[in-house]
């Protein structure tokens, strides 16, 4: 069992990695200015967030694994290549797509942090990790209303 939770928080941790780096970007270059100034709030709390799974990754015995962090972050920087519509200037798709992927992120790390509620292990802080859970919904429910706030942007010419 060490080696399926060993590998199951390494893969979040690898998510978290690329994740950390995404909200930073949001944080600084979304098109929305109310974005940008909530999505920075955030930032801090992701970070302890992070710090927080590789404390528990340390209850367990287990490390974050570069072979697993790096090419997350690299594949999180790759996707920003795509192209969305416009070659000179800033998207409004890319201010909906970020955001999508955000609510995204947010939403597999509560299923992480829940999930790890229900491991039969003692070494888990059960507290810890109800916070955790219960502070992802709170960020999840933000990025949401953002989220939807962005809808106008898809008729934008």
Known sequence: MTNVITTYLQDHHAGSAA???????VAEGHGDPEVREQVERLV????RDQTSLEDIMAMVGAKPALYKDLPAKAGEKLARLKP???IKER??????EELEGLVAAVHVKGLGWRLLLEVPDERLDK???QNLYQRAQDQEKTLESLRLGQAKKLTES
């Open 19 to 25: 994740g950390v780096d995404v909200f930073r970007r």
């Open 44 to 47: 801090p709390e992701i970070a």
């Open 84 to 86: 969305n519509e416009r």
């Open 91 to 96: 998207s409004p798709l890319s201010d909906i």
């Open 127 to 129: 507290g810890l990790l």
